[in-house]
Every structure is written in C-alpha cells, then in structure tokens.
C-alpha cells in the first residue's frame, strides 16, 4: 500500500497498486464538505449569492458601527430607567 502524505489541511491517499483506496482530511473540512451535500444548505448559500451579486450587501465595518450604536442605545435607555 503506497501512502502519499500532506500535512497543513491537505489530505493523505492510500493506494492500493496504484489505485485509491481511502483518503483522510482536515476534520473541519471534512464537516465543511458534509454540510455541502445538504439541499438547505446549498440553497441558502445560492440565495445568499445572488443578493450579493445583486448589491444587498455591505462593508463589514459598517454593519459594526450599527451594532455597536444599537448597543449604546439600549444601555443609555437602561441607565435612565
């Protein structure tokens, strides 16, 4: 059994006189994978797509300085509570 070996989120193949026989990944990729092969998932992630190649999207800085004044709202109306 020839085993080509890779490490740093690479994969590792056995191989069986010359053939593939098994391959080993990253666990996290591995469970990035398995959620690929979900309909929902990759439903969500063409609709998500698609509103961003049609510009419903924003910096990400800029949704931050929302949440941050969202939440120094709620904590000046708890003070004077």
């Known amino acids: 059994m020839v085993k080509r070996a890779h490490l740093n989120k690479e994969y590792f193949i056995l191989e069986k006189d010359g053939i593939p026989v098994a391959g080993l990944m990253d666990i996290d990729e591995f469970e990035d994978y398995l959620e690929l092969q979900d309909p929902e998932i990759r439903e969500h992630i063409r609709k998500s797509n698609e509103e961003y190649l049609a510009g419903k999207s924003r910096p990400l800085e800029e949704f931050r300085a929302e949440r ?10 708890r003070r004077s509570a």
């Open 68 to 77: 941050r004044r969202h939440k120094q709202g709620k904590t000046q109306r």
